[in-house]
């Protein structure tokens, strides 16, 4: 499982930057870090790197399978950090095993974190982001978003509704006139169960790749 979340600027959820990168700032605000995810060890290890770079960071262990939690995580960052201007969804799960094999539980868990928590987190930071008429909500989403592959039924399936969600959401604010940017970005996991990349004719970027491209559209 891949819990961490970096939540850039006031708020919650994902992307994992640089000790340089922690000190830039994005329209000329100084930039607040938030780490959440359920391995608080992680969490701490992350606030520490920030904190170390000289950012500001907090952390918080939220349960993204839990509505109730992330809901009530949202509002604790809102009251002790303030307002969320960047959503960065990053977390997800991959058991890597045939259909028929992957127990009931384990395919639930793959669609709360995977999807679910997507809806959950956007709804509970996207309403403050349209007050201001401004904002960001980036999804790190997967290659296995784009294709079906073979012991990824369910994970193929969560990342195909992550890019579903992102698209209708970018066209139903657009259709409000609303000034808030949705990013996705594609990362490749297919390796992590023996699948190689060039036997599905689609391109990749790699990791730093992707974090630099992310960052400079956020700037």
């Known amino acids: 499982m891949d819990d961490n979340r970096v939540v850039k600027i006031a708020k919650d959820h994902m992307v994992q930057k640089t000790p340089s990168q922690t000190t830039k700032t994005l329209e000329g605000q100084p930039e607040i870090n938030i780490a ?6 992680s969490i701490e290890e992350t606030v520490k790197l920030v904190r170390a770079a000289g950012g500001t960071c907090y ?12 809901y009530k995580k ?7 950090v303030g307002k969320v201007t960047i959503l960065i969804n990053n977390a997800g799960i991959v058991t890597g095993m045939k259909f028929l094999d ?4 384990l ?43 073979p012991k990824l039924v369910d994970y193929c ?9 992102d698209e209708a ?10 000034i808030i940017n949705i990013f996705t970005y594609l990362k490749n996991t297919l390796t992590l169960v023996g699948f190689e990349l060039g036997t599905t004719g689609l391109l990749h970027r790699e990791p730093t790749a992707l974090r630099d491209k992310l960052l400079l559209n956020l700037m």
Request: charged share 20%.
């Open 59 to 70: 952390g918080y262990v939220c349960d993204l399978c839990d509505r109730a939690d992330i």
């Open 157 to 165: 399936t969560s990342k195909f509704a992550a890019m579903g969600f």
């Open 36 to 41: 959440t995810g359920a391995i608080k060890k």
């Open 74 to 80: 949202a509002k604790i960052i809102r009251e002790e």
């Open 107 to 149: 395919i639930i868990q793959t669609m709360d974190v995977n999807v679910m928590s997507h809806f959950w987190t956007v709804k509970a930071f996207l309403p403050t982001m349209l007050e201001n008429n401004k904002g960001h909500i980036v999804s790190v989403a997967s290659l296995a978003g784009q294709c079906g592959i």
């Open 169 to 178: 959401l970018r066209m139903e604010l657009e259709m409000q006139s609303m």
């Open 102 to 105: 992957t127990p009931d539980k």
